[in-house]
């Protein structure tokens, strides 16, 4: 069955108006562009703490210019509630011990979806800890992104961190398109690759030749 995320969504926004209630969202961010769209709609409804946690991410200075520009991009926009920011550690080594075996395994498949679970795990359980409404990541906004697979995901993880997953599909509603607009008028870097050292253009390249 085709679950309609986006629809999920707005069901819980609907909820939280009817109640006046702002709940305290913890979202894990994969990067600026992608997040400009989803803090502009979700700030309206949620008082939000960003969470940047991509130990994916190769090289370190690719990993130090995105971080430098999620901090800049909330320092520069305006939310109706609260955003505040967290960086997470990064251990590169931990992606790679979770990738062992999978090095070969295409873009969109089965080391994609370990990684999402590495980073929205460390998401949930944070937000479990920090006693928080609700946790969920800007991942369903890029098309190249499984967001079937992203809130199933979500779903287990909810389980078993005892938070509730906020359900998405940022990408509806023009969301991909809206982040684009975002990013030229924030002047965002746009990176080329997802991040990972196997998605580096260098390395899809390589496997051509
Ligand atoms: S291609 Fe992207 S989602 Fe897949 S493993 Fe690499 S960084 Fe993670």
Redesign the pocket.
Known sequence: MNINYQKELEKIISESQRRETVPRLFLHSCCAPCSSYVLEYLSRFFSITVFYYNP??SPREEYEKRVQEIRRLIDEMEFVHPVDFVEGEYCPQDFYAM?KGLEDIP?GGE??FR??RMRMEEAARLAGEGGYDYFTTTLTISPL?NAAKINEIGGELAEIYRVPHLPSDFKKKNGYKRSIELSREHGLYRQNY???V??RPEEKNNEKK
């Open positions: 994916n991410i990738a873009e080391r994609c990684c999402y992104k997802c991040g990972c196997f998605s």
